[in-house]
């Protein structure tokens, strides 16, 4: 038996009796709607999902990534990635993104001139120009793939503290950005809520923005490395975490007035070997200068950088490699770095040379 049977007999015949509020299982299931993917397993079209991490996390050059992956349609790891357009809304950062964008063209190799992702530089109010996004959207023939950087750039309220309000923007970026021509994933960066540690990157706003997106992806930095995964929520398949790595580069088109060259900050993927091939390089690292330390107490980042023989093509100390490598270490309480005394080993620091 059919379920209008079912229905009919139960309930009757007769237009009363078409908009019941109960459904047969038959017609429960009719409303399913077969998930769209953009990225298989992560990213579904016409959802949107905050993406959460602290600043200097990498939340910008994984964004930039993955509007170029999407634009040329190349595999994300083990995720296939469907070819469609991109915008981008630049509004915290443009200058940033424009210097990471050429030096990404040259390390990937797409042709910026062509590549079909669309920018747009600066903060606006997306609730007052969303006729004219839409319109000017339809005329490139829709995209797949909308990155907001950052949503707090684009808020709208009067108190970024409102948990009230915060829910409010991201009703609005939802019904706004996810209904763009070609039905886009809406992809957001975030800061996380004050004092967050790696186990609470949630977006600020708390339970009220987390409850109008459909999941909170996370981005959180050690090292070189970036790991993208969840928290808090995500309307989806379960998905091991992502890791990338961050790579300061220069390139043929990025100089300044001058004719420097500029550094910037772009990301790549890193499969499991790779991954495993930076771990036991950053371990020998750490060795390397725990050594350094037991030998030479109290030492400066630029004098531990030029014991340990990390040098700059240019014949400085290499200070920020130190620098990494002493904060990890002092993580691992294997030493202390004092105001007064500088950097010294600890005992369980002295233990790992030992052992």
């Known amino acids: 038996m ?17 908009n019941l509020y109960i459904l047969s299982s038959a017609e429960f299931i009719k409303g399913f709607v077969p998930p769209d993917y953009l990225i ?6 016409r959802f949107i999902y905050s ?3 602290r600043t200097g996390s990498g939340k910008t050059a994984v964004g930039l ?8 349609g190349n595999g994300l790891g083990k995720h296939v990635v469907k070819k469609g357009r991109v915008l981008y809304l630049a509004g915290e950062n443009p200058d940033d993104a424009r210097m990471r964008w050429l030096a990404m063209a040259e390390q990937m190799g797409f042709d910026i001139n062509t590549i079909e992702v669309w920018f747009r530089p600066g903060v606006f109010k997306i609730s ?13 023939g829709g995209v797949s793939l909308v990155i907001v950087d950052t949503g707090p750039a684009f808020f709208e309220g009067n108190e970024e503290n409102s948990n009230v309000q915060l829910g409010g923007h991201a009703r ?3 019904e706004i950005l996810t209904t763009l021509p070609g039905g886009p994933a809406v992809l957001v960066n975030c800061h996380p809520t004050k004092n967050a540690d790696d186990d609470n990157l949630v977006p600020r706003g708390g339970g009220a923005f987390l409850a109008e997106v459909d999941g909170n992806l996370t981005c959180w930095k050690e090292n070189e490395t970036v790991e993208v995964h969840w928290q808090g929520k995500f309307r989806g398949p379960e998905f091991a975490p992502l890791s ?8 043929g088109a990025l100089r300044d007035s001058e004719g420097r060259s500029i550094p910037t900050v772009v990301a790549s993927h890193l499969s499991e070997s790779g991954l495993e091939e930076i771990a036991a390089r950053n371990r020998h690292n750490e060795d390397k200068l725990l050594t350094v330390i037991a030998a030479n107490p109290g030492c400066s980042l630029a004098k531990l950088a030029t014991l ?3 040098i700059t093509k240019d014949g400085a100390p290499y200070k920020m490699l130190a620098k990494r490598i002493v904060d990890s270490l002092e993580r691992q309480k294997l030493v202390i770095n004092d105001k007064r005394d500088g950097i010294q080993i600890t005992e369980k620091g002295r233990k790992c040379i030992k052992s």
């Open 40 to 45: 298989v397993g992560i990213l579904q079209r």
């Open 2 to 18: 059919s379920a209008e049977d079912i229905r009919s007999r139960v309930y009757g015949a007769g237009p009363e009796n078409d």
């Open 65 to 72: 990534l993955i509007a170029a992956l999407v634009a040329i």
């Open 308 to 310: 340990a023989r990390w």
């Open 172 to 174: 609005r970026l939802r």
């Open 128 to 140: 007052e120009l969303s006729d004219r996004v839409a319109e000017e959207v339809t005329k490139i």
């Open 244 to 251: 990338f790595r961050l790579r300061t580069l220069t390139c």
């Open 51 to 53: 993406f959460t991490g």
